[in-house]
C-alpha cells in the first residue's frame, strides 16, 4: 500500500469549531490545519511506526507523571500553535502553568 499525502486548499477560513466538526464527522480522517488555512489528511501509521508512537508517549507519561510536571496527551489531541496551525503531534506534553483553566477532568479543548 502506498501512502500519498493530499492537501485540501479551503476555500473559506476552517474555523476551530469547524475543523473540530468535520474531524467528529470523518472520524476515519484525521485533519491538521496549516497555518495558511489548508488542511492536510493524514494516513494511518503502519506498525513500526505506531509501536514506537506509543511506546514515546508511554515514556513521555511515566516521566512526567513521576516528576509532576503537568500533562501527556496522545495523537488524537487537537493542538493550536502560535501561528494558528492545528496540529495533532504523536505524543505532546503540555505544562502545568500552561494547561487550560478547565482542568483535565472535564472535556478540554486546548485549541481554545
Avoid at 495523537?75 to 483535565?104: M, Q
Amino acid at each position: 500500500m502506498t501512502s500519498e499525502k493530499i492537501t485540501v486548499q479551503s476555500l473559506y477560513t476552517v474555523t476551530d469549531e469547524k475543523l473540530m466538526l468535520m474531524s467528529s464527522q470523518n472520524s476515519e480522517l484525521r485533519f491538521e490545519r496549516n497555518a495558511n488555512g489548508t488542511l492536510e489528511t493524514m494516513p494511518p501509521t503502519g506498525g513500526i511506526s505506531g509501536n514506537r508512537e506509543i511506546k514515546a508517549g508511554a515514556y513521555l507519561l511515566n516521566w512526567v507523571e513521576s516528576q509532576d510536571l503537568g500533562e501527556v496527551f496522545s495523537s488524537s489531541t487537537g493542538l493550536r500553535l502560535a501561528n494558528t496551525a492545528v496540529r495533532s503531534p504523536g505524543a505532546a506534553f503540555v505544562a502545568k502553568g500552561r494547561l487550560p483553566e478547565v482542568g483535565i477532568n472535564k472535556k478540554i479543548n486546548l485549541l481554545t
